[in-house]
């Protein structure tokens, strides 16, 4: 019992009103935190939804062939929480760049690490760990 | 002597209440003593108002960082904030925005991922499940990503559902409000039993009466499929499952806790951890809580989810 007790504080700590909402989806399973790509396209879409939010990126190669990027983030909760689903961050019909968490199976799937906005800056969505600073 | 105190605390909540409309300051607790709830007109204890996180949101968790190249950092609750102290110039346009980092690990959710698992394997409060069954309950872990229903959308169902976040209570009925996909129950307190049609029903919250023990709201109910879990490391449960909630007020505090009656798979009734929420007196919105669509079961080639 003191054992559940002591989980239960530091669960509480650790998820926060979190674990009632959904929890994470097993980003390792589908995306390799090591292997990150980069992919600049202009922004067609954003779905803030659950699970995760999805970003779609219009990306066209050398030969103009287009390909669509979904991009995944957190839930839409935090997101919203501290504004960042506001329509002035992101923009349908401009450019983008995502850097990204590239999907295991190879399809055009990424998980956001770091967005960067039609004016150069930057914002960062995940926390890197070894790198980042505090 | 123990009366008098729970007395004098009573009239310290009746004059908070009466003087702010709701009670703003937890009253203390002398000696230990429970201390009394506010009460409703039919002399029931007063359940209503929005608790715990209250539904706006992480709630605080995080913010907005910026960093700038020379590591000054800055911090704002909202990016509505940090787009101000931009156009004032008081962060440079080479500022690195962070979002949503609630601390230097969390923020990476491979690793909040792998913590959260093992905190729950290694520290939780598993249900005692009877030989026989714990290997169906590491398999339904171990393949999780395919198993658990909640990662394609399915409802947490009652009890992984949690508390609400507001409750609406009459002299005949509560309503539970939850920000998980906008949920509700409106659950009879008036003393009627089952419906019988619905008790016999498979559904994720069941079929849920309530009655007054004390000044504790004890919810029962039956009629569950056997979809939903119980709790994330595979805890699955039958469809004849019955659960019992209890709701009791202390002050400006909600104690909530849930009983799980499975005798078909556990050995003995398995008890949630209990849960204390505050009244939040916050008067912010309430943030509608998007649909869920699964995108990725597709995509996940390994069985790795923490």
């Known amino acids: ?75 839409p909760g935090g997101f919203r929480d501290i504004g960042i689903s506001g329509r002035d961050v992101f923009k349908t019909g401009q450019t983008y760049t ?33 790198s980042e600073p505090k | 002597m123990r009366a008098a105190l729970l ?14 409309g709701v ?28 608790w715990g996180g209250g539904g706006a949101g992480a709630g605080g968790a995080g913010g907005v960082q910026a960093i700038e190249p020379d590591g000054r950092v800055h911090q704002f609750d909202h990016y509505s904030e940090y787009s101000e102290a931009l156009a004032a110039g008081r962060v440079s ?10 601390n230097y690990r969390h923020g990476n959710n491979v690793y909040s991922e792998r913590d959260a698992g093992f905190t729950q394997r ?41 508390p609400p976040m507001r409750i609406v209570q009459t002299s005949r009925d509560v309503v539970l409000m939850y920000q998980n996909r906008n949920m509700w129950r409106v659950v009879p307190i008036d003393g009627r039993p089952h419906d019988p049609e619905n008790a016999a029903d498979q559904t994720f919250n069941g079929d849920a009466v309530g009655t ?28 004849n499952m019955r659960v019992v909630e209890r709701f009791r007020r202390e002050g400006n505090t909600l104690h909530y806790q849930a009983t799980v009656h499975d005798p078909e798979v556990l050995m003995e009734p398995w008890e949630t951890d209990p849960r204390a929420l505050p009244l939040n007196t916050s ?24």
Not at chain 1, 98 to 109: E, F, H, L, V, Y
Not at chain 2, 94 to 101: F, L, N, S, T
Not at chain 2, 212 to 236: A, K, Y
Request: with cysteine; glycine share 10%; net charge negative.
């Open chain 1, 1 to 75: 019992m003191r054992y559940s007790l002591a989980g239960a504080a530091i669960l509480g700590a650790v998820l926060g009103a979190a674990a009632e909402a959904r929890a994470h989806h097993a980003v390792q399973a589908a995306f390799d935190q090591d292997d990150h790509v980069t992919i600049t396209g202009v922004l067609t879409k954003v779905l803030w939804i659950n699970p995760h939010v999805r970003w779609f990126l219009d990306v066209k190669d050398d030969s103009g062939n287009v390909t669509t990027w979904t991009i995944s983030g957190a839930g």
């Open chain 1, 98 to 130: 995502a850097i990204a968490a590239r999907a295991r199976d190879g399809s055009p799937n990424g998980y956001i690490l770091t967005f960067i906005l039609p004016d150069g800056r930057k914002i960062d969505l995940w926390h890197q760990y070894k």
């Open chain 2, 7 to 20: 007395g004098v605390s009573l009239a310290a909540v009746a004059i908070m209440t009466a003087a702010d």
């Open chain 2, 23 to 50: 009670a703003q300051t937890r009253p203390a607790s002398p000696g230990g003593a429970p201390v009394a709830p506010p009460r409703m007109p039919d002399g029931k204890p007063d359940l209503n108002g929005r």
């Open chain 2, 93 to 102: 346009r080479e500022a690195k925005i962070i979002g949503r980092q609630p």
């Open chain 2, 122 to 162: 290694a520290f939780g409060n598993p249900p005692l499940y009877k030989p026989g069954f714990w290997e169906r309950v590491q398999y339904l872990d171990e393949n999780g990503n395919k198993e658990d229903t909640t990662f394609s959308c399915f409802p947490p169902g009652v009890p992984r559902l949690g």
């Open chain 2, 212 to 239: 007054w023990e004390g000044d504790t709201l004890v919810i029962d109910v039956v009629g569950f499929n056997d979809v939903s879990w119980l709790g994330w490391p595979g805890w699955f449960h039958t469809n």
């Open chain 2, 283 to 306: 008067d912010r919105p309430y943030i509608e809580d998007p649909p869920c669509l699964d995108f990725d079961l597709e995509h996940m080639l390994t069985r790795e989810r923490g």
